[in-house]
């Protein structure tokens, strides 16, 4: 038996002390012992996909999270600040230590029944296919080549409802940046989401959407998986696996989040599969509790880092009005830079405003007049994780000067596109930094170097932490997901994913898990 | 049970800590009079209240992380509060400073070459502000014309449709 943090486990209870379908770890008064048909560790975008799945083929799947559950309706009335406490991992503030020339980058983590779904912006591509072209030539993954997986999108896109935005969805602020797009030559694309056709343009749906429009997994899949043999355990953090006669054969941890001061309750669940699902920066953790040595496990982490620019208009452009994300230019693509649309919520737009006092005030004052835009970096891989003090991670993270000279060259389009719009300043995300007053000032900073620990930088898609490979001497897990140290041991998050993509990871790591499931399931039904 | 009754709040930051943290967000948030000159006479403490809410949520957003994270935080505030003599050459706290020293100190911090400080302008500031405009008038004052940031989006065919039933 083994464990993440070491030390002997204690015997648990027998049995789940709760005949509900979800249930709310912190609750229970005792540990528990149970036997399940796959035990899946993590409910994020691959965990509930694939647990959904396996349940619907008939099989018993249990799922454990680590954090909390709520329903899609109690998310909805929390303000954004509560969101950040209850739904994100480190309350919104997990950070990439940036090493040498590099930022310090914020990561957006999910930490609740539904993961990471439950804060993107439902913004949904698929693998570019230059990208599986790569995998299946250059990793020789030829389970990984984009006909492949076309059914696995296909089903995920219906189950998720995944729809163009209507250029009528398009907020103001969007709309600003879209016309200094075209007077530059550079044009947009709408973009696809998973709200259907129901999305009122409400701007939140990172902070969990007002009218549940957006299908992140504890709506499109969660109900599934309890309607058939599937069961949740919230506040339930795994540290450790079950082994017997050198297969995985379950895993054990502790229940989290009862009151201040009270004891946990360990758990143990043993199963015929067990899946990890938690995630790139905490898969490695579990992996590693489970003896894992395997070349890459940790490293090679992929970020996608990010850059927001926001610009100042004399039109009062009330940004939040519209779809949080609404159209994508690629223009610069063969370059590794994408722009998306976006918008920040006021408050946290207001917080970040440069300025103290007074002159933090006079910006708040003019908040209807700024435009928000945002660059993406298709990245190389310059992280790697390290076992930290406690149960998080610290994550270390190295900026290719090819990445950090991409990101300086998107702010500067996205301030060309903001002046050509008709913009009076240009806040960008460099700390101290005068904001740009002329489209002579963007070539200035095009010109000059810059400090790189001075950036704000944002991270959404951490991938490729357990690559997937189709030998043991390269990667963590084989095309099947399985462990090659393992025998018993899946893996179906981002982690696996061989390198970074270049857009949003939600529906290609669902169409991953999708197409494991798959595998799965002709393997155990 | 309600998430309400079921989300325990644990605090993080200690009284002394939570003293710092409330010297500055009184900084971050003062204002001026609108007739005022620019001299510093006509600056406007917040609103005690509006500061104590702001140190609350700063409070539980730090008891809301991990050990280490925890750590490096309150760190950051005890650094807030000694560097004015490195930034600013006073020989003395932050906390025992003038508003308006506390003002101009946070913002050569802002804008020191040294991007260390910097980086511990913004790893404060954004966490003492999240909560500063999310709700009341100073969310009215950023111009947010719905009554709570939860609140649906006025829809213009829901305004056409109160007009003519």
Same mark, same amino acid.
């Given at each position: ?7 002997l486990?204690?015997? %648990?209870a ?30 994020g ?19 454990l ?33 940036g090493?040498?020339q590099?930022p ?61 935005v209507?250029v ?82 379950g ?25 990890v699902a ?7 953790g579990?992996?590693?509790? $489970?003896g894992?040595?395997?070349y ?84 190389? $891989?310059?992280?790697?994780?390290? %076992? ?11 900026? $290719? ?13 996205l ?31 095009a010109?000059? %170097? ?19 490979a ?11 997901g399985?462990?090659?140290?393992? %025998? ?21 790591i669902?169409?991953m ?11 155990l039904? | ?5 079921r ?42 209240a ?19 994270l925890?750590?490096?935080?309150g ?40 991007s ?15 909560? $500063? ?5 100073p ?24 007009q003519?039933?």
């Amino acid at each position: 038996m083994r464990s993440l943090f070491g030390g002997l486990a204690r015997a %648990p209870a027998a049995r789940i002390d709760s005949d509900a379908s979800i249930v709310h770890g912190r609750e229970l008064s005792r540990g528990f012992r149970h036997r399940a048909d796959v035990v899946v560790v993590g409910s994020g975008a691959s965990g509930m996909t694939l647990a959904a799945i396996l349940a619907e083929a008939g099989l018993e799947v249990l799922v454990l999270e680590e954090g909390p559950y709520y329903r899609h309706q109690d998310i909805a009335q929390f303000t954004p600040t509560q969101s950040l406490r209850r739904l994100f991992r480190e309350a919104g503030m997990l950070t990439a230590i940036g090493v040498g020339q590099t930022p310090l980058i914020s990561l957006t983590v999910g930490r609740a029944v539904g993961g990471s779904s439950l804060l993107t912006g439902g913004v949904c591509y698929r693998i570019p296919s230059r990208v599986h072209h790569e995998w299946v030539r250059e990793h020789g993954l030829t389970e990984l080549s984009e006909a492949r997986l076309e059914a696995a999108y296909v089903e995920v896109e219906r189950r998720i409802a995944v729809t163009e935005v209507p250029v009528d969805m398009r907020s103001l602020s969007t709309a600003k940046f879209v016309e200094g797009a075209e007077k530059l030559g550079i044009s947009m694309k709408p973009l696809r989401r998973n709200t259907g056709h129901e999305c009122e343009g409400n701007g939140r749906c990172n902070f969990g959407c007002p009218i549940g429009a957006k299908r992140s997994v504890d709506i499109a899949y969660l109900p599934s998986l309890l309607a058939h043999r599937g069961r949740v355990v919230s506040d339930a953090m795994v540290d450790g696996v079950i082994e017997r006669g050198g297969r995985v054969i379950g895993v054990r941890g502790q229940l989290l989040g009862g009151a201040f001061g009270a004891p946990s309750h360990r758990f143990e669940v043993e199963a015929s599969a067990v899946i990890v699902a938690c995630g790139t920066v905490h898969t490695p953790g579990v992996l590693r509790a $489970a003896g894992i040595r395997s070349y890459g496990l940790g490293r090679f982490l992929t970020l996608h880092p990010c850059a927001r620019v926001v610009g100042r208009f004399d039109d009062a452009l009330h940004g939040w009005d519209g779809a949080l994300q609404s159209c994508f230019a690629d223009s610069l693509d063969d370059d590794g830079t994408l722009f998306n649309s976006v918008y920040t919520p006021v408050n946290m737009l207001a917080a970040s405003f440069p300025g103290v006092g007074p002159e933090l005030h006079a910006r708040v004052r003019e908040l209807t007049h700024y435009g928000v835009f945002g660059t993406m970096v298709h990245d190389e $891989a310059g992280g790697r994780l390290v %076992p930290g003090i406690g149960r998080e991670p610290t994550l270390l993270y190295e900026m $290719a000067p090819r990445d950090l000279a991409r990101l300086k060259k998107g702010m500067g389009v996205l301030a060309e596109m903001a002046f050509a719009a008709g913009a009076r300043e240009v806040l960008l995300p460099i700390f101290g930094m005068t904001p740009l007053r002329t489209m002579d000032d963007t070539r200035r900073f095009a010109a000059e %170097p810059l400090d790189a620990r001075r950036l704000e930088c944002l991270s959404f898609h951490p991938l490729g932490s357990a690559r997937m490979a189709n030998d043991r001497r390269r990667g963590v897990v084989d095309d099947s997901g399985e462990c090659f140290e393992a %025998p018993g041991l899946f893996v179906v998050d981002g982690s696996v994913l061989p390198t970074s993509i270049g857009v949003n990871s939600q529906v290609p790591i669902m169409a991953m898990a999708t197409r494991l499931a798959w595998r799965l399931r002709d393997r155990l039904v | 049970m309600s998430h309400s009754a079921r989300d325990w709040e644990r605090p993080g930051l200690s009284e002394r800590k939570k003293r710092i943290a409330r010297a500055a967000i009184e900084a971050f948030l003062a204002d001026r009079e609108p007739a005022d000159t620019g001299d510093g006479s006509g600056l406007v403490v917040p609103d005690a209240a509006w500061c104590e809410r702001n140190v609350r949520s700063f409070d539980l957003h730090i008891g809301a992380c991990s050990t280490l994270l925890r750590f490096a935080l309150g760190m950051l505030v005890v650094l807030l509060e000694w560097l004015p003599i490195v930034i600013v050459g006073r020989a003395s706290r932050m906390s025992r400073l003038s508003l308006e020293e506390r003002i101009r100190y946070l913002e050569a911090l802002e804008r020191h070459r040294v991007s260390w400080f910097a980086l511990l302008f913004i790893g404060t500031k954004l966490p003492m502000l999240f909560a $500063a405009f999310e709700e009341g008038a100073p969310l009215a004052s950023t111009g947010f014309d719905r009554r709570t940031t939860q609140t649906r989006r006025r829809l213009v065919i829901a305004a056409n449709r109160g007009q003519n039933p």
